[in-house]
């Protein structure tokens, strides 16, 4: 059988990086993580912008986030949980397809933890600078990958 890709902007992500789908969701593992359970939620159908998704498929991504996010948080003994979306390039999106950055946060994981929501948000230009050396966030592994999406894939089932 033909393998099946979910795409994320112009990433072919097997589903072997996903563990958790719904009608108009899905949420993989992160190939560069800022933290233990960083993981990325997306509608399903590839839209740039949050003002392009139909209210169904808002709906669906902050229910399918915040379940997640609950289950991430206690599975990495965290104590908050960072929510993030980078909404168009000037705003620092990478990848030009909708997604939610979902962090577990624990007390002293960053230097800075201020209330500025775009320090909150553009993680990779602010707070990884000052606290994660590049070299830790090489790319992974598929097979790290695969493994991480494995645990998590136990918790929703
Ligand atoms: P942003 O900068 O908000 O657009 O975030 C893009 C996110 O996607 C970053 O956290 C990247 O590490 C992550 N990312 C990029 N390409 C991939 C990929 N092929 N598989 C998993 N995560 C990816």
Redesign the pocket.
């Known amino acids: 059988m033909a393998a099946q890709y979910y795409h994320?902007g112009r990433?072919q992500?097997s589903e072997s990086?996903v563990f958790y789908t719904t009608q108009l969701s899905f949420a993989?593992?992160?190939?560069?993580?800022?933290r233990p359970g960083?993981v990325?939620v997306c509608p399903k159908r590839e839209v740039k912008r949050v003002a392009d998704l139909t209210a169904d498929e808002t709906c669906d991504l902050w229910i399918t986030a915040q379940k997640i996010g609950r289950q991430l948080e206690s599975y990495h003994n965290a104590s908050s949980l960072t929510f993030?979306i980078?909404d168009g390039p000037e705003a620092?999106?990478?990848?030009p397809h909708v997604?939610i950055?979902i962090i577990p946060r624990t007390a002293g994981d960053f230097e800075n933890n201020d209330d500025d929501i775009n320090d909150e948000i553009d993680l990779?230009e602010k707070q990884l600078k000052r606290r994660l050396d590049e070299e830790e966030r090489q790319i992974r592994s598929l097979g790290e990958?695969a493994a991480e999406a494995d645990e998590y894939r136990k918790l929703f089932q």
Request: no cysteine; net charge positive.
């Open positions: 994320f990433h992500i990086e993989l593992v992160n190939n560069r993580p800022v960083h990325l993030g980078q620092g999106q990478t990848v997604h950055h990779k990958m």
